[in-house]
């Protein structure tokens, strides 16, 4: 009786740590913009299957110099083997930039470059544009953002909550 308990104690506490990690989030920083290859910068969202995604936008303010970059990365990519499996009903949607998005990308950390010691300061938000959500989802469409900048460290949680799309 013994044995069995300690069993099935035994088997609780490895069906507990079997169970998938949460997902690594922080931040996208000036650091990443700075040092991302332009072809391996991803994003992607997490979302219900019937909603169409057409962009994740990059806003990159440098309040030392009162300017303010847009990035989009609205190219479709496949979708990594290295995110986790989408739940039933939501699909991954893969965002790269576009070969004139990834010139911008050079362009604005050239210029910032020589007019900043760095990327320190550089205030970064990112969100995703959806353009075709089904009506029932118009107040709270499940979304959640991953980024890639680095194929050594893989996908990161950005984000993860619900818009509300109502005007």
């Not at 910032?112 to 353009?131: F, H, K, M, Y």
Request: with cysteine; glycine share 6%.
């Amino acid at each position: 009786m013994r044995r069995r308990l300690f069993l099935l104690a035994a088997a609780g506490w490895l069906a507990g740590c079997a169970s998938a990690p949460e997902p690594a989030k922080r931040r996208l920083t000036g650091a990443d913009l700075f040092a991302v290859e332009p072809s391996v910068f991803r994003a992607a969202v997490l979302t219900d299957a019937r909603v169409t995604i057409q962009a994740v936008v990059i806003d990159l303010r440098s309040p030392a110099l009162d300017e303010r970059f847009v990035l989009r990365l609205q190219q479709p990519a496949a979708v990594d083997h290295r995110l986790p499996a989408a739940p039933e009903g939501l699909a991954w949607r893969v965002m790269a930039l576009s070969a004139d998005a990834a010139k911008t990308l050079v362009t604005v950390r050239q210029m910032l470059a020589s007019r900043l010691p760095g990327p320190e300061g550089l205030a970064v938000t990112v969100s995703a544009q959806p353009s075709m959500v089904p009506a029932d989802l118009i107040a709270a469409l499940p979304v959640r953002i991953e980024m890639l900048v680095d194929n050594r460290e893989g996908w990161f949680t950005l984000g993860e909550g619900t818009l509300d799309l109502r005007p």
